[in-house]
């Protein structure tokens, strides 16, 4: 597992998304966060703690708590662990432009099991099957993630008490799970800030001339 792809498609003098570094887990639960991602295509990345990064896989329609709805998932390249609290504005331009809301965030265990032997997640993911129990703000209760070719995958829930056919959390639960903003609160805030700092950049500049036009009449002293 290696932050090679994520790294070498980013420029992080251009880009607010967190620079590669490979992270311990400090506690035992591992993280996961679903974030919304409003670019070409709005779709929601899933984002997983395996092995030090985040594995991640691209679901177009969103996860779904209904057991009957199997999401189309297409795994992408590993992202830092630090990923996982980013929100914000990828730039226009670059790798994934566009608009990023955490729109649920947690914890979960891994469940994979086999002849009733715990099977661990890094093994489980490479094996293309494996089953886990979120604890998110949104989004509880197992779900599994089964590779059928390649890079594609299916996100089912599994049937348990979270299940439930008539919830549809994607469209009755659009806000971030960190801010509670909506996509366009984001785009607007996030937008006003950066223009907000480019300004005290500027004024500091100027300051930083005045200083050295002063040294510089020192100097002529
Ligand atoms: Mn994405």
Redesign the pocket.
């Known amino acids: 597992m290696s932050l090679k792809e994520y790294k070498k498609k980013r420029k992080f003098d251009k880009t607010p998304e967190p620079e590669a570094k490979k992270k311990k887990s400090s506690s035992k639960s591992f993280i996961f966060v679903i974030?919304k991602?409003d670019?070409t295509n709005l779709?929601y990345?899933f984002r997983m703690e395996i092995d030090g990064v985040l594995k991640s896989w691209?679901v177009p329609k969103g996860p779904s708590v209904n057991p009957k709805e199997k999401r189309l998932a297409i795994e992408?390249e590993d992202h830092p662990i630090d990923y996982a609290d980013f929100e914000g504005i990828i730039p226009e331009g670059h790798y994934?432009a566009g608009t990023v809301m955490v729109w649920d965030k947690g914890t979960y265990k891994n469940t994979t099991e086999k002849d009733d032997k715990e099977i661990p997640a890094k093994k489980a993911y490479e094996k293309g099957h494996i089953t886990f129990d979120l604890k998110g703000k949104k989004l509880k209760g197992g779900f599994a993630l089964t590779r059928f070719r390649e890079d594609k995958w299916l996100l089912v829930k599994e049937d348990d008490d979270y299940a439930d056919a008539r919830k549809k959390p994607v469209k009755s639960e659009p806000k971030s799970a960190k801010t509670g903003r909506t996509l366009k609160e984001i785009e607007k805030e996030e937008e006003k800030e950066d223009k907000d700092k480019k300004k005290k950049g500027k004024s500091k500049k100027k300051g930083k001339d005045k200083k050295d036009k002063k040294k510089e009449k020192k100097k002529k002293k």
């Open positions: 974030q991602h670019a779709h990345d691209a992408t994934g």
